[in-house]
């Protein structure tokens, strides 16, 4: 059986013999496997470099300045072919040096990494294409991974069946995904879960099935909470809906169709269903045993075929639906107002427009650039209002420009593809019995979502702000000829300590893993340590190690074989590192040191919405703090603890006689009227 395989697009006869003879092809399901094709035993930092040179073959054009490297995978038994990119970005030149993503992972106290490596499989219809400029921004990759140099990283998406794919199943991505993490000894992945299926979120589905979100069948398990949601108060949010007794529902239960689902599903089993999790795992166990309509089935072009297939035109989607489904800080109304802002400027210049001159003019009417951005690398074949909003590339600029296109009947076009399905539609309202996502969807959304119970209720509110995971790989002393440590570097007190409070400004960097031969020295340990720190971190770039704590007053040339413990962690002093003058690029927060401290118990930035008071510059949560997200934030915000050090404050009390929040009323001047405007 011949494999069919994707087209070299934009490249001579003579160079496509030369990358087809080049070209580096491997099972999908065997590729990196233990010892397949190559066996690691180094840290991060060098182990994804050998990866690169044996495993990738390197593209004979650049992304903004970074080097890219194609793996061509081959589906075992369907027999299509995907490629695999690694581009590798380097920091010093990079647009966006710090990472927001580690910022909201906790990791903000991390020094700033010098490589970011980004793993990318594209979307089925972008394989036969090169990859453009923005590719790092596109939200709709089948798998998109970075990992810093220094081990930790993030997965930013995974896009299977259900994402869009016609080849590949998202728990095969995973899969690869895991093991490109454990080959490259990858050290911490984190993951904000907003998946979903047939708009049902999974980590409140599989949370209550199973005890863990889908990512938690590749060990991925709560990293943190947002608005100050713990791990234990996640375990007992997933305890109280999982244990909900399914006789006392029918019992107490009004809605005749809630009634008759729950009872099919229980005559269906063989065994008795007395809670809410033990039907949810029958009927997503029966899933797998109803007939499936759906068969991927490859349609790729084989290279060897004279004739092109004509390429669909992209399915454009309504904006406002694409908003609802983002799951951002921002509200919906807001995304859609700078949308319309983009929209109202593309028309104003009748011509495509570049990003960046698209976020000038947007930025004359909208304060927030990271809402401006976040809204930008949404909009491709959206529509908003009458008219698609597109994105590409210029061919003779290489710039990527955004332009407009009129839909038929001004707005009434047939292109959208979506129909919004709601569970509370008459079509919900009687058992199928054939699709069972259907009547999963039914119960989750009865059951948990639209439950008078106001224990269930919160519950459902505790574990939907639970969607930060991440997976851990432990350190490993292996059994060969090789000692390994984990060195940190000790902070120098005029940087990192506060002389007034004795306290450290912020955590400890974490270590970094040094492997040196059984043989080596103390002195071959301090230059291993540097060359380490100098390889990966920006603010080590002129690290000079003076001493190693634990080996203090030992003369350099003795060997370590027995003096410290392979395995261990080692701590290192020395010159060369000045927090205060090596510039930005010192931890991945940035150098502003902000304090955050929510009543919610929040005290470090979790990737919400927040504000800053103007008098004690502490920031907290919008939303603990009463102000909706389709609001915008009062000119003058005081937070309650200032509020209540200047002066009373008022109640106000909801409709259950409770009180919903404590807020002084200040006056601010209104500069347009020169009326006073109070806010709470």
């Known amino acids: 059986m011949s494999i069919p395989i994707i087209k070299m697009i934009g490249a001579s006869n003579t160079s496509k013999k030369r990358k087809m003879k080049s070209a580096k092809y491997y099972g999908l399901q065997s590729f990196l496997q233990p010892g397949c094709p190559l066996s690691l035993s180094g840290s991060f930092r060098d182990n994804v470099r050998r990866f690169i040179q044996e495993c990738g073959q390197l593209e004979d054009y ?17 027999g299509f072919v995907l490629p695999l990119y690694t581009f590798e970005e380097c920091v010093n030149n990079s647009l966006q040096p710090l990472c927001d993503h580690c910022r909201c992972s906790g990791w903000s106290h991390h020094f700033v990494s010098k490589r970011k490596y980004h793993f990318i499989i594209p979307i089925d219809n972008e394989w036969n294409k090169p990859t453009e400029d923005g590719v790092l921004d596109v939200q709709s990759h089948i798998l998109h991974g970075l990992i810093h140099c220094n081990g930790f990283g993030h997965l930013l998406c995974i896009n299977g069946i259900e994402g869009g794919s016609n080849f590949i199943y998202g728990r095969e991505v995973m899969d690869l995904w895991d093991r490109i993490c454990t080959t490259l000894h990858t050290r911490k992945i984190s993951v904000v879960d907003n998946s979903k299926k047939r708009k049902m979120d999974l980590r409140l589905l599989y949370g209550v099935s199973y005890g863990h979100t889908w990512f938690g069948r590749w060990d ?34 009004q809605n005749c169709s809630v009634k008759k689902m729950i009872s099919r599903y229980q ?17 997503l166990a029966l899933k797998f045993r109803i007939p499936q309509n759906k068969d991927p089935k490859p349609r790729i072009s084989s290279i060897n075929k004279c004739t092109t ?5 992209p399915r454009c989607r309504k904006f406002s639906n ?29 011509s495509g427009m570049s990003r960046q001159e698209v976020r000038d003019t947007a930025r004359q009417h909208i304060g927030d650039t990271g809402l401006i951005d976040y809204v930008l690398k949404s909009m491709n074949n959206v529509i908003v209002g009458g008219y698609v909003v597109r994105r590409a590339v210029n061919s003779c600029t290489g710039v990527l420009e955004y332009s407009l296109q009129e839909t038929p009947g001004g707005g ?3 292109q959208e593809p979506e129909e919004i399905d709601r569970v509370d539609s008459p079509r919900y309202s009687s058992v199928s019995g054939r699709d069972v996502y259907k009547d999963i969807q039914f119960l989750c959304y009865h059951l948990l979502l639209e439950s ?15 969607k930060h995971f991440a997976k851990e790989w432990p350190f490993h002393d292996d059994a060969d000829e090789y000692l390994r440590f984990i060195c940190r570097v000790i902070p120098s007190v005029t940087t990192e300590l506060n002389l007034e409070t004795g306290l450290y400004k912020r955590k400890n960097s974490v270590g970094e893993e040094l492997v040196v031969p059984l043989h080596a020295t103390i002195h071959d340990l301090k230059s291993a340590a540097e060359t380490a720190m100098r390889d990966t971190y920006c603010i080590m770039e002129n690290l000079k190690v003076r001493e190693i704590a634990e080996l203090e007053g030992v003369d350099d040339d003795e060997v370590i074989f027995g003096m410290l413990e392979s395995g261990s962690e080692i701590s290192v002093r020395g010159s060369g590192i000045d927090l205060l003058t090596s510039g930005d690029l010192n931890y991945e927060g940035g150098a502003d040191n902000w304090v955050v401290s929510c009543k919610c118990g929040a005290r470090d930035d979790d990737g919400e919405r927040m504000v800053a008071c103007d008098l004690c510059e502490v920031w907290q949560h919008t939303r603990c703090s009463g102000i909706d997200d389709s609001e915008a934030v009062p000119p003058l915000f005081m937070c309650y603890k200032c509020c209540d050090s200047i002066g009373p404050h008022t109640k106000q009390v909801d409709g259950t006689g409770g009180f919903v929040n404590e807020w002084m009323m200040v006056p601010v001047i209104n500069t347009d009227t020169h009326t006073n405007l109070f806010y709470y």
Not at 331 to 336: A, G
Request: hydrophobic content about 40%; some cysteine; proline content about 1%.
């Open 452 to 466: 008078d119970s106001d224990d269930v209720g919160f519950a459902v509110k505790t574990v939907m702000d639970s």
């Open 62 to 78: 650049k992304i903004e300045g970074m080097p890219i490297w194609c793996t061509f995978l081959v589906h075992e038994h369907r």
């Open 309 to 313: 297939v004509k390429e669909k035109q």
């Open 412 to 414: 009434s076009t047939n």
């Open 322 to 350: 694409l908003a609802a489904k983002l799951d951002s800080r921002w509200h919906v109304r807001r995304l859609e107002h700078v949308a319309n802002v983009v929209v109202d400027a593309l028309k104003e210049k009748k």
């Open 267 to 283: 005559n269906l089993s063989d065994t008795q269903l007395a809670t809410v999790r033990e039907l949810f795992r029958f009927m």
């Open 220 to 253: 991925y398990k709560f990293c943190h909470g947002s608005f100050g949601v713990t791990k234990d108060k996640y375990q007992q949010a997933l305890q109280i809906l999982s244990t909900l007794q399914l006789n006392i529902i029918v019992q107490d239960s």
